[in-house]
């Protein structure tokens, strides 16, 4: 049924999202446990390690971590894209207004956080961090949410994954452009020209990921090049990948007939029309799936139970105590998470709807909202992401656990604001 082909794209999704936030949980305490033991060198070391390719003088080679933090993350951020189309597109934000409200909500979620963290950090040794509270852990969220079940709408897992997801591209957009480095504008014209290529292999009918892959895999290399975060050509890609499908289920029911239709005949090598029609009925089968789709199901589960894992376990580690704690550093961290990402989505939103430009579903509280703006502040993945980026070694500790403490502080305080929502609600 079309209702069928909204909604269970979102409900896998929401699904494997919910076991990733144990995996990543899972991982995240890995990590401190083993920072925090006698093994804490040697685990650190591992991360360290140097791989890479060495052919003459060419030497292209960085830390496990790097690789982890720059390549693996790229196909994190291609399938936040990913996501990101197909609900714009397909699912549940095909409502300008509706996909309004999130967005709003994103943007909210971003700006007050960045200009609270600012206000706390300015002229101080961490003011280039800005844009650590700026994100918003999907999987934790998402997970966060399925602990109350059904006690809580529909309207407000699609807010709150839709806000995320849009959250996630802005920031990975503000590391292109704020946590950069110098521009090298031959490298990125050859970026561009990949895209450009990309573009035109989509317009004369070339559907094989092999090929596309092996572009993006070259796209990366330019943009790496180029100075600009390369973790943006996920993105770029995933938002340039087909969500229309190019076989109708019409068409698909017209060449299984033609299937059904032919005599049972033995069984013969030859290149007969009936062979023929099996190749084009295994095409077509494939193909009612539009790319993103395809895409989705293909990556989501590999990123979301090895490549966040493996993220966490690279740079969610920490000794505790933390060395050279910088106590306004952490706190402006801790605040901008649990005070500024409500703020601003809550002040947003409203703006959103006051002005005209958003709706909101009958069952969609304020107070679910304010419930749905803390969790936001669990920012973790993302968050950590952009502090690798922002800080050097002597203030990466301090920042890390302002992470940690917010996450903490924005998951309890969010669920019991929910829970409370939800037995007011309750007949």
Not at 265 to 292: F, H, M, N, W, Y
Not at 305 to 312: K, S
Not at 402 to 413: D, F, N, P, V
Request: charged share 15%; hydrophobic share 55%.
């Amino acid at each position: 049924m079309p209702v069928d082909r909204l909604t269970k794209p979102l409900a896998r999704f929401v699904q494997i999202e919910t076991a990733g936030g144990g995996a990543l949980l899972l991982a995240t305490f890995t990590a401190l446990l083993l920072s925090n033991s006698p093994w804490a060198e040697a685990f650190a070391r591992i991360w360290e390690t140097p791989a890479g390719l060495h052919i003459g003088s060419l030497d292209f080679a960085r830390s496990l971590k790097e690789w982890i933090n720059d390549a693996a993350m790229t196909l994190f951020f291609f399938l936040v894209a990913l996501e990101l189309k197909r609900e714009l597109v397909l699912g549940e934000l095909r409502d300008p207004r509706v996909a309004a409200l999130s967005i709003a909500g994103a943007l909210g979620g971003m700006t007050v956080p960045a200009l609270l963290y600012l206000a706390l950090q300015w002229q101080q040794p961490g003011e280039r961090a800005w844009g650590v509270v700026m994100a918003t852990d999907t999987a934790f969220v998402i997970g966060c949410l399925a602990l109350l079940g059904s006690r809580i709408p529909h309207s407000l897992r699609v807010f709150m994954l839709s806000l995320a997801i849009v959250d996630d591209v802005g920031a990975i957009l503000v590391v292109a452009i704020g946590y950069s480095g110098p521009i090298v504008w031959s490298a990125l014209g050859l970026a561009v020209l990949g895209f450009a290529g990309v573009r035109l292999m989509g317009r004369i009918g070339i559907r094989g990921f092999a090929q596309y892959f092996l572009i993006g895999g070259l796209i990366w290399l330019a943009m790496d090049a180029s100075g600009i975060h390369a973790t943006i050509t996920g993105v770029i890609l995933g938002l340039m990948t087909p969500a229309r499908r190019w076989v109708s289920d019409d068409r698909l029911y017209a060449i299984l007939d033609k299937v059904v239709a032919h005599p049972a005949g033995e069984a013969s090598s030859e290149d007969t029309k009936d062979r023929s029609t099996l190749q084009l009925a295994e095409i077509a089968s494939r193909e009612t799936l539009s790319p993103v789709e395809r895409l989705e199901i293909g990556l989501h589960t590999w990123v979301v139970f090895i490549v966040m894992p493996l993220f966490a376990l690279a740079n969610a580690g920490m000794p505790l105590p933390v060395t050279g704690f910088v106590p306004g550093l952490t706190l402006a961290v801790f605040l901008g998470f649990v005070i500024g990402k409500p703020l601003g989505i809550l002040l947003f939103t409203w703006l959103a709807l006051a002005s005209g430009l958003a709706t909101r579903a009958d069952d969609l509280s304020w107070r679910l909202l304010a419930g749905g703006g803390l969790l936001a502040g669990i920012g973790f993945t993302m968050a950590l992401f952009i502090t690798q980026l922002a800080l050097g070694d002597a203030l990466i500790g301090s920042a890390k656990l302002g992470i940690l403490l917010a996450s903490i502080a924005s998951g309890l305080a969010g669920l019991a604001v929910l829970a409370g929502a939800s037995r007011q609600a309750a007949p």
